[in-house]
């Protein structure tokens, strides 16, 4: 019995550690697979896995370029950048950690905030209607200022209110923000420069801090911001726009760099080979051949000039006839790039000088008889009998002289009266002498109905249509012949004026003198003829009736003591939907240039829709002089006479 017991233990034994075998047996073929799996199947995973805890890959940015303009009195080489890139705050709160939302929210208030609000609110009540007609109406009544008005009373109310309802509006904002006590970040402010950071950490706020970032910055603010544009400050998508941040986007990003390399045990990263190290290339600068105090006085001076007459807007068009380089070109309204969100209306981002076209009115008129004179048809002598007005083969009502109203007829008169007279009759006459086609071949080849091809984006071409058709209706020649029914930009009608101070060659206009890359290497731009449009003793009668204009003419206030300035007034009518012209709607400008012997400058100055005043000779003339004034000053022009 004893020994049977025995035999049933030993058995059991048996079972049991072959039972355990297998067990290990299966486990190890178990492991053996997973192993296959790891090393074998999923190799290259594990591989990529592992790198990736190791290793960094990173995108490097290049430094972008910056654009500067000439800059004479600046002694740090003569320029001075008016696009440049600088590290900001962006200031946030730890909501958890603010005490009193409501009490920080008024710091914040007047840290960020008051200054522009009030800024905005005195900028949007000058834009006001009623404010302008009050204005306007003070000057020309000369009764009182506007400041002793009874509309005053009502302007400061209205600012007060409106800087009222804007303040509860931005304070409630950052109220909410800062009463999300479970929210351990909360962005407040970007692009805080030093100064205003300054000022917010000398209060102490606890629960309010900062971070630096590298943004696009613009020190000159408003001035040649239409021609400069901006940068995104989305980080995803830096890219230029508008402007020649729009144009020069390639050139000004420079190229991207790359790193890889293998992060060590402490969190710093080693380059494993010198392959896996890709400089990133900057950026080229652009020097410009803005003036930048030219640009400066010219820019004040335009927004002065809006704002006294309650115009709409207005530009200022410089450039040198003799280069084509182009000095200063501002407009107002204009905007600050570094604030580029803000704006009430994204169309203050085109530029107008190059953008916006208008019919140009009685300046062109000096187009006209420039056509005229070069094909030999007239001489500034040549006379006709001026009646006020002209019937045109058909066309049914007469075109009349804009004085036809107050003057009548002028009787007998010349062609340098016409001009300085602004008749509508006489340069009709003088485009009849040499027929419609050539006419607009002229028209053409002064280079209007094209771009300019100067290096900004969204420029337009004008419309000369009806010039180019096969059979020219006569009514649409003669209303060309003084502006209208044509249209064309502020830069295609200053550089037609540059050609006739240039001796009748018309040039190319460019903005930019130097593309500098960073390794030194550097592409000047040259001055390049486009093409001879007249010739030079034509160009100079032109001249020299175009001085008669400003001397005893419309454009007596564009003049300055001492030299000699040829210029011609425009007053032109704004075409309504639907066809006809608006009734009280006019836009004033000048277009000259000067000493006419040697010429310096040549400047279109416009004003849209004045309201204090009807005539250029009132508006853009006396703007032009003051500009004109400055530059022969700063040039350090000798006096004629």
Avoid at 214 to 233: A, T
Avoid at 487 to 503: D, E, K, S
Avoid at 533 to 560: C, E, N
Wanted: hydrophobic share 40%; charged share 25%; proline share 4%.
């Amino acid at each position: 019995m004893i020994r049977n017991k025995n035999k049933n233990s030993s058995k059991e034994n048996s079972n049991r550690l072959n039972f355990i075998l297998a067990v290990v047996f299966l486990l190890c073929i178990l492991v053996v697979i997973r192993l296959f799996i790891l090393q074998v199947s999923n190799h290259d995973l594990y591989i990529a896995l592992a790198s990736d805890q190791h290793q960094v890959y990173n995108k490097l940015e290049p430094k972008r370029g910056q654009i500067f303009f000439q800059d004479i009195d600046n002694t740090q080489g003569g320029y001075y950048p008016v696009a440049t890139n600088k590290d900001f705050a962006l200031v946030y709160a730890v909501p958890q950690k603010i005490e009193d939302p409501a009490a920080v929210a008024e710091s914040l208030y007047k840290i960020f905030d008051e200054e522009k609000i009030i800024k905005e609110v005195e900028d949007l009540l000058a834009s006001d209607e009623f404010f302008k007609q009050a204005s306007t109406t003070d000057e020309i009544n000369s009764e009182k200022s506007f400041a002793d008005d009874k509309s005053e009373e009502f302007y400061k109310i209205k600012k007060e209110a409106e800087i009222e309802l804007r303040k509860k509006m931005v304070i409630e904002g950052y109220i909410a923000k800062l009463s999300k006590k479970h929210d351990p970040y909360e962005p407040l402010k970007s692009k805080v420069d030093e100064d205003v950071l300054k000022r917010l950490m000398d209060l102490n706020i606890v629960g309010i801090d900062y971070i630096l970032e590298n943004f696009r910055f613009y020190p000159e603010k408003n001035i040649g911001s239409q021609i400069l544009g901006f940068v995104s400050d989305n980080r995803e998508d830096r890219h230029g726009q508008y402007g020649l941040e729009g144009f020069f986007d390639d050139e000004l990003t420079g190229s991207f760099g790359s790193i890889k390399a293998e992060r060590a045990a402490k969190g710093g990263l080693i380059i494993v080979k010198e392959r896996e190290y890709n400089q990133p290339v900057s950026g080229s600068d652009l020097v410009l051949t803005i003036n930048r105090s030219i640009q400066f006085t010219a820019c004040g001076k335009l927004r002065e000039a809006v704002l006294r007459h309650g115009a709409d807007g207005g530009s200022v068009v410089i450039m040198d006839p003799k280069t084509g380089a182009i000095i200063a070109m501002c407009s107002y309204p204009d905007y600050d790039p570094n604030e580029y969100k803000s704006v009430d209306n994204i169309d203050v981002y085109n530029n107008p000088a190059i953008f916006y076209q208008w019919e140009p009115g009685s300046i062109f008129k000096a187009i006209t008889m420039a056509s005229s004179l070069d094909q030999g048809k007239i001489s500034p002598e040549t006379t006709y009998v001026d009646n006020g007005f002209v019937m045109i083969e058909g066309w049914p009502k007469p075109i009349r002289n804009s004085d036809f109203e107050t003057k009548g007829g002028h009787g007998v008169v010349n062609m340098v009266t016409v001009l300085e007279e602004s008749l509508n009759t006489g340069v009709i006459f003088a485009m009849q002498k040499i027929g419609a086609e050539k006419f607009a071949e002229y028209v053409k080849n002064f280079g209007f109905g094209e771009k300019t091809g100067i290096e900004l984006e969204t420029e337009s071409g004008g419309r000369i249509g009806m010039l180019e058709a096969k059979n020219i209706r006569p009514i649409e020649a003669a209303t060309a012949t003084f502006g209208q029914g044509i249209t064309v930009t502020p830069l295609q009608m200053i550089n037609a004026f540059a050609a006739i101070a240039n001796g009748g060659i018309l040039m190319q206009p460019y903005l930019v003198k130097e593309i500098r890359k960073e390794n030194g290497e550097k592409t000047v731009t040259q001055s390049r003829e486009i093409r001879r449009v007249i010739s030079a003793r034509t160009a100079a009668l032109v001249s020299g009736m175009l001085v008669k204009v400003v001397d005893k003419g419309h454009g007596k206030r564009a003049g300055v003591d001492g030299y000699y300035i040829a210029g011609k007034t425009g007053t032109a009518q704004v075409p309504k939907k639907g066809g006809g012209y608006e009734e009280n709607a006019h836009i004033g400008s000048f277009a000259g240039f000067g000493p006419v012997d040697d010429p310096v400058f040549a400047m279109l100055v416009k004003i849209d829709n004045p309201r204090d005043v009807e005539w250029a000779e009132s508006s853009a003339a006396p703007l032009f002089g003051e500009i004109a004034d400055f530059i022969l000053n700063y040039y350090q022009v000798p006096k004629e006479r």
